[in-house]
């Protein structure tokens, strides 16, 4: 993909998650399967203010590495996003089991299906979680259009709970 303007590049990108499940309205009212249960949270004190390196080259992008089932991967923080959400291809490489959860309508009428996948355990920063569920969705036009892999969302039931530092000059983040 060739380079954009920063500017450009923020409108491709909003653009880009204007047709994500996360910016999207409900084309119709759904439960969460009995599985979309919260797990039990704690916070690692001497983690909790510990800054994030972000991904260099993002364009101000906040994408930091979490920790999903053991497994290392890349999240972008949106804040217009409601719930973690991990892509379909890497939980299907990493072996998380989904279940249909909802269909939203996106930007333009295009229906897209969300599901819901069972975790052991999601670490960001200083937050544990064991248990409880993930959102997945497909983020490849999200990732096409940063220009760098993101394999999943850090949404508003995480970051709801805490206030965001930004340190762009140094490239890092904290919770």
Do not use: C
């Not at 380079?3 to 653009?15: C, E, F, M, N, Q």
């Not at 355990?121 to 036009?141: C, N, R, T, Y």
């Not at 508003?156 to 000059?169: R, V």
């Amino acid at each position: 993909m060739p380079k954009l303007g920063s500017a450009y590049r923020w409108i491709a990108i909003l653009a880009a998650l204007a047709t994500m499940p996360a910016r999207a309205q409900r084309q119709q009212s759904a439960s969460p399967p009995l599985s979309f249960v919260r797990g039990a949270a704690s916070v690692d004190p001497q983690l909790q203010n510990k800054w994030i390196d972000l991904q260099a080259d993002t364009d101000g992008l906040v994408i930091i590495p979490i920790m999903l089932n053991g497994q290392r991967l890349m999240a972008m923080v949106d804040t217009g996003a409601p719930t973690v959400m991990v892509d379909t291809d890497w939980a299907t490489r990493h072996g998380l089991r989904f279940q249909s959860y909802q269909k939203v309508r996106a930007m333009g009428g295009k229906s897209v299906q969300t599901d819901i996948a069972p975790i052991n355990s999601l670490q960001i920063a200083g937050f544990h979680q064991v248990g409880g569920a993930v959102e997945v969705a497909d983020l490849k036009s999200l990732s096409s259009v940063a220009d760098t892999p993101i394999d999943a969302l850090i949404g508003a039931d995480f970051l709801s709970a805490y206030a965001i530092t930004l340190d762009f000059d140094n490239h890092r983040v904290r919770f």
